[in-house]
């Protein structure tokens, strides 16, 4: 026990000297960037290129050399003619004629607890607002294994606000649609996930240590003063009550029955009594429990609507100050680290390959 209060006083100062540099240098950067700063701009990039390029030197490639040069040739004119389609597309667009490829705008999303992306996201879903019409699509690739519940909330509005303007919503999971990632997911018009993607962990979760033991034994007294009868419940250094962990179990509750209620209202024909107990699914047990409608990773299916569809990647940025790259640097160097020791006490209890 001794070693551990010496390793957290160690570890408290190392923190205060971090947090003190990057206070005195932001003040520094932010006073020099106040006139300059970066409000941030969208990057729009034709994808359609990319795959037709990509096929095009795997074909030449693997040709015959003989042949190479008269295929060189044929797709050449095949650009030709594509470049008059697209012309011809665009200037349909211009005058309000029928269109003769439907545009779909590819957004990505990767979350961390705090959801951080919505920030991107709500600037990417205002600018494709704008140009999408019902004859187009929006795909979000979306990885998250979820993390607070306001800012997951969030998150999922904005990709409601698609939904209410009634252009068709995909959603493609590779990896993880978890919680908070699945409160996103479940908005979509259609979530397509790869076969060994997890999904689902519709539950709501809350832990934190108490420190009051130590606190004691050390003779350190711990007060906190409130107004309200329910403005603190538990706490990590005072003692908790069985009445504070009552109320703080039926809040939980409440966010629970909130989450599923949404759940149900955005995915009507799962069963939400038997999928919303906190558990997590591989995709293709998740398709049998209506939590996704197909089994397909993102490539597969954007190189499927290429062929049908003009594809345009849409990513809001913006330069961030060295202030915040450096607290960004910091805040992912500690969640790394408790990620790590995380993994470490409760691996175990995880399923490996």
């Known amino acids: 026990m001794e070693f551990l209060i010496e390793y957290g006083l160690f570890l408290a100062k190392a923190a205060t000297v971090v947090v003190a540099v990057v206070i ?6 932010s006073q020099k960037s106040k006139h300059s700063a970066d409000k941030g701009h969208l990057e729009i990039t034709p994808l359609n290129q990319q795959f037709d390029d990509m096929s095009e030197a795997m074909l030449i490639a693997t040709m015959d ?15 030709k003619k594509q470049a008059k ?17 439907s545009r779909v705008f590819v957004l990505s999303f990767v979350g961390d607890v705090s959801a951080s992306a919505v920030s991107h996201l709500r600037e990417e879903v205002t600018a494709v607002l704008t140009q999408a019409t019902s004859n187009d699509e929006v795909v979000v690739k979306l990885e998250s294994p979820g993390g607070m519940v306001h800012s997951y909330g969030l998150a999922s509005s904005q990709l409601d606000r698609v939904r209410q303007a009634k252009i068709p919503l995909t959603v ?11 409160m996103m997911a479940c908005v979509a018009d259609k979530i397509l996930a790869a076969p060994f993607a997890v999904i689902g962990s519709i539950g709501v979760v809350a832990q934190m240590p108490n420190f009051s033991k130590v606190l004691k034994k050390n ?6 003063l409130t107004a309200g009868k329910y403005k603190r419940t538990m706490t990590m250094l005072g003692e908790n009550t069985d009445a504070a962990r009552k109320k703080f179990v039926a809040e ?31 995709g293709t047990q998740a398709l049998d429990l209506a939590l996704v409608d197909g089994i397909q990773t993102s490539d597969d299916y954007l190189v499927t609507r290429s062929k049908e569809a003009r594809l345009f990647e849409v990513v809001f940025e913006r ?5 915040e790259r450096l607290g960004l640097a910091a805040e992912q160097s500690a969640d790394r680290l408790m990620l790590k020791w995380w993994a470490r ?3 175990n209890s995880h399923k490996q390959l």
């Open 24 to 29: 005195i240098i932001s003040l520094g950067a």
């Open 65 to 79: 050399e003989s042949m190479q040069k008269a295929e060189e040739k044929k797709l050449h004119k095949a650009k």
């Open 172 to 182: 493609c999971v590779d990896e993880v649609a978890a919680s908070g990632g699945y």
């Open 252 to 282: 939980l509750e409440e966010v629970h029955v909130l989450f599923k209620s949404h759940v149900s209202t955005m995915r009507p024909k799962v069963d939400i009594d038997k999928i919303a107990t906190g558990e997590t699914w591989y």
């Open 219 to 224: 003779d350190v007294d711990y007060e906190i």
């Open 345 to 347: 006490l409760t691996q």
């Open 319 to 323: 330069k961030k100050k060295i202030y």
């Open 85 to 101: 389609l697209d012309k011809k597309a665009h200037k349909a667009d211009t005058e309000g004629e029928e269109e003769v490829k």
